[in-house]
């Protein structure tokens, strides 16, 4: 079993509404990179060229922008923002990992190293998660994680659980009743951890997406009142 680490992910910032013109005026635009990003998310699940084909590379590109974006403890693992262009990037010794899957949740991962423009190559992990519900895609979200972020990531790991998690949240207990517990068919210490891992990111991606969407209606307020 393979390390749990392309699971993980670090505090990452939610993109914030964009100026009403400008969505008025790229709207053609984004409704055909929204199309491209959604095929590609959709084929990500079962296609068995997903570490070598660049058709895929545009999910790397937004998982890798949305990493790079300021950090926001509220909107950690938000979706990344399909209406905007990928960043160009190179992806180098890309190769699969072991698919991951307990029912209704899977994922797939690809080790690789991507440079976008002139940043430095980064190396880490590419993941696409996924959360079923009544024979449907309920959840899809592509993820990076360079070996750094992985590292920060169970050192700030350590510090929450010193410091307590907030279980009486109500946003939190919402979004751990719709991804409901994983009880896999294995004693494996790896595979339990695993499964544990792949919850916490869905658990993470929708309170991030509440938090972003919780935002927004901020914005708008504002922006209208």
Not at 17 to 31: D, E, F, G, I, N
Not at 141 to 146: A, E, F, K, Y
């Amino acid at each position: 079993m393979t390390d749990p680490s392309p699971t993980q992910r670090s505090v990452r910032r939610f993109l914030r509404l964009a100026p009403l013109a400008a969505l008025v005026a790229t709207a053609a635009c984004a409704t055909q990179q929204q199309q491209t990003y959604e095929t590609r998310l959709a084929e990500a699940r079962t296609a068995p060229d997903l570490c070598q084909s660049d058709r895929f590379h545009v999910l790397v590109a937004k998982a890798w922008e949305k990493a790079h974006e300021a950090g926001g403890a509220d909107v950690e693992d938000a979706s990344p923002n399909p209406n905007t262009p990928a960043p160009a990037i190179q992806v180098q010794a890309s190769s699969a990992m072991p698919d991951v899957s307990f029912p209704p949740y899977s994922q797939r991962s690809c080790r690789m190293t991507v440079q976008s423009g002139t940043a430095a190559p980064e190396t880490g992990f590419f993941t696409v998660a996924y959360f079923m519900h009544n024979g449907k895609v309920d959840t899809s979200v592509p993820l990076w994680d360079s070996d750094k972020e992985v590292s920060d990531y169970y050192n700030e790991l350590k510090e929450k659980i010193r410091s307590g998690v907030d279980m009486n949240n109500p946003t939190l207990k919402a979004c751990m009743r719709h991804y409901p517990d994983l009880h896999p068919n294995s004693t494996d210490p790896a595979i339990q951890q695993a499964a544990i891992s792949l919850r916490a990111v869905l658990v993470r991606h929708c309170l991030a997406d509440h938090a972003a969407l919780k935002n927004l209606y901020s914005d708008m307020y504002f922006i209208h009142r």
